[in-house]
């Protein structure tokens, strides 16, 4: 079943973790799948060609989402190569320091929000003006945590980074409505990703985590890809400026609500 068939599908931040587990399942889908990466371009190249090994197309291009001229530029390139972009997932991002506020510097917080918040906000500009105005439905995905509703403490630079992008999809939601392109966010907990691997350095602790969640376990990042799946193609043909946990339940443990 290619759900995705021709569709142009960027995700950023695909070289590992959540990113790479999306662009893999796009690929599969039919998507023809742009790769990106900041740093990590060995870990970019290898997600786009286990795409292509199994049978997708795929590019990788480096991209650091908190550089507003880099961000034209490779969006430009894109619609060089392809014509179009269908699908943006803004997926791109980094963990908070956990420093206490009072200790935090004007860097550390500028460093999240650059990256969590702005970034975002470039791709999804980018990809706006890039719009044709007949073109076919579009979609932006963006990959937020639970961590936009469930506060703790020492991280409040990525609590607010998120919450800001929960608020930030909505309205970009009520903006697009009517334009064909729909917007939804992704809110994981747990997630077993390169990026979360020092909060379960071992198999206790991962363990002891997991007895927190109703589910008993952590998530995997193709638990994410699935609903990212589902969200860019027509079968959610109905669905825009929604947040969809993914989270084994946690939230609900929680008291929290989506």
Do not use: W
Not at 57 to 79: G, M, N, P, S, W
Not at 140 to 152: L, R
Not at 180 to 198: C, S
Not at 221 to 244: C, I, N
């Amino acid at each position: 079943m290619e759900r995705l068939k021709n569709k142009v599908a960027l995700i950023t931040g695909s070289d590992s973790g959540i990113g790479r587990a999306i662009a893999i399942a796009y690929g599969k889908e039919g998507a023809k799948v742009v790769v990106t990466y900041r740093s990590d371009e060995e870990g970019g190249k290898r997600t786009a060609a286990d795409i292509v090994a199994a049978g997708g197309e795929a590019i990788c291009l480096r991209l650091d989402v908190t550089d507003e001229e880099q961000v034209a530029k490779v969006f430009d390139a894109i619609i060089e190569e392809y014509q179009k972009i269908d699908i943006l997932v803004n997926n791109a991002g980094v963990n908070g320091r956990n420093i206490p506020v009072a200790q935090m510097d004007t860097d550390t917080f500028d460093t999240c929000m650059k990256t969590n918040l702005y970034g975002p906000f470039f791709c999804s500009r980018a990809y706006l003006q890039r719009r044709k105005d007949n073109a076919s439905e579009g979609h932006i995905i963006f990959v937020s945590s639970i961590h936009e509703d469930v506060n703790t403490a020492g991280n409040a630079d990525y609590n607010a980074s998120k919450a800001g992008i929960k608020n930030f999809s909505r309205s970009l939601a009520l903006e697009l409505a009517d334009k064909h392109v729909r917007v939804n966010n992704i809110a994981p907990g747990m997630i077993l990703t390169e990026m979360n691997q020092e909060a379960v350095e071992s198999d206790a602790v991962r363990k002891e985590k997991e007895q927190h969640i109703p589910m008993k376990r952590a998530g995997k990042p193709e638990d994410v890809a699935h609903v990212a799946v589902f969200l860019a193609s027509a079968d959610s043909g109905y669905v825009t400026g929604s947040t969809y946990v993914v989270d084994g339940g946690l939230m609900i443990h929680l008291g929290q609500g989506a």
